[in-house]
């Protein structure tokens, strides 16, 4: 989803509209914002726009300058922060190791099949993650109004 619709008339030069649509795509997959409009889609579109509009043009900058804005936790994060989503990760990459140094073809594929199992339920949990919503604040939980 590009972040023109939410451009409302103002004018950014090519690499500036550019810098924000990285930034947009970022934090909506960060955030685990759905590719549609809707409040939150909204909320990260204009405090985008409102770092550009300060003359922020790097995409990184700008991606940092909406979640601090926003005050949410992007997944990644909440993932890493996940004891449990972290030991299946590490699980599944223990079994491909060990898949990669074994000779036996009907043991590489059983170690194989048991990371990709891990695999799956690593991105079973990943997807019971919320985004954080809108105006909550990722460390007490109180309201903020997105300014």
């Known amino acids: 989803m590009p972040i023109r619709p ?29 590719d549609k409009i809707d409040a939150a889609t909204e909320m990260v579109a204009m405090a985008i726009i409102t770092a550009a509009g300060m003359g922020v043009r790097d995409p990184e900058e700008l991606y940092a300058a909406v979640i601090e804005k926003l005050n949410w936790t992007p997944i990644d994060e909440q993932v890493d922060q996940n004891p449990q989503i972290r030991r299946r990760q590490l699980r599944a990459e223990e079994c491909r190791t060990l898949a990669d140094a074994t000779r036996g073809e009907q043991a590489r594929t059983s170690l194989l099949a048991v990371a990709a199992g891990y695999e799956r339920l690593v991105k079973q949990a990943e997807s019971s993650i919320p985004a954080a919503p809108p105006g909550r604040s990722r460390e007490d939980g109180q309201g903020s109004e997105p300014g």
């Open 6 to 34: 939410f451009l409302q008339g103002q004018a950014f030069d090519p690499e500036a509209t550019e810098a924000m649509g990285i930034a947009f795509a970022r934090a909506r997959t960060a955030l685990g914002l759905p």
